[in-house]
């Protein structure tokens, strides 16, 4: 099940986050894949704000793994680029979906192409290129679970769903 959603701006990817962040369910794992600069820890800055994190997100540079533990759900964010898929296993990201050792929450993870192997069920949100104007995004939910979590997300997101958009609107030409 796949689904292309039109991100106009940057505050759309935020207001997605945010939607995203206020409505999944414990155990939801987001795996973000798109090129440098296309808009992954925006939507996950948002996904923070949804879930009621105080804190400014960052991407997890030097800690590869960011937890926020002060939302409705805990929030695990990784960031993989820097790491090869050896280094990618040592991190044993499965700890954070099995959450057999933490606490269970939402996990997000950039550069999910960098996983050497992915969890049963899960959400796969893939950025088109980066164009000035927006961004496109598929999203496609792998797994029953998932698809269940999908279906009930869709009635919230009818705001970045390209039919729901004017020609020409004038909301899809901001640059930034
Ligand atoms: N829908 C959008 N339209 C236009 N610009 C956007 C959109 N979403 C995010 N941006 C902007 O794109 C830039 C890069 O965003 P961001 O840092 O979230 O990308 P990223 O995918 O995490 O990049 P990296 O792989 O380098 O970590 C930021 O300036 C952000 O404001
Ligand atoms: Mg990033």
Do not use: C
């Not at 797994?143 to 899809?172: C, K, M, Y």
């Amino acid at each position: 099940m796949s689904q292309q959603l039109t991100l106009a701006n940057s505050t759309a990817t935020r207001s997605l986050g945010i939607i995203l962040g206020q409505q999944l369910p414990v155990g939801t794992v987001l795996l973000l894949q798109g090129n440098l600069g296309s808009g992954k820890t925006t939507l996950v800055q948002g996904l923070g704000v949804g879930l009621g994190i105080a804190d400014a997100i960052d991407s997890p540079t030097f800690t590869l793994v960011n937890e926020y533990l002060q939302g409705r759900l805990p929030l695990y964010h990784l960031d993989l680029y820097r790491l090869d898929s050896v280094e990618v296993a040592a991190l044993h990201p499965e700890q954070f979906w099995e959450a057999t050792e933490v606490e269970a929450g939402v996990v997000a993870i950039e550069w999910a192409d960098r996983l050497p192997y992915r969890p049963p069920d899960y959400l796969w949100l893939q950025f088109a290129e980066p164009i000035q104007t927006g961004r496109q995004l598929a999203v496609t939910a792998v797994g029953n679970d998932h698809q269940t979590i999908w279906q009930r997300l869709v009635p919230h997101l009818s705001l970045f769903q390209p039919e729901q958009l004017p020609a020409n609107s004038a909301s899809g030409s901001k640059i930034d």
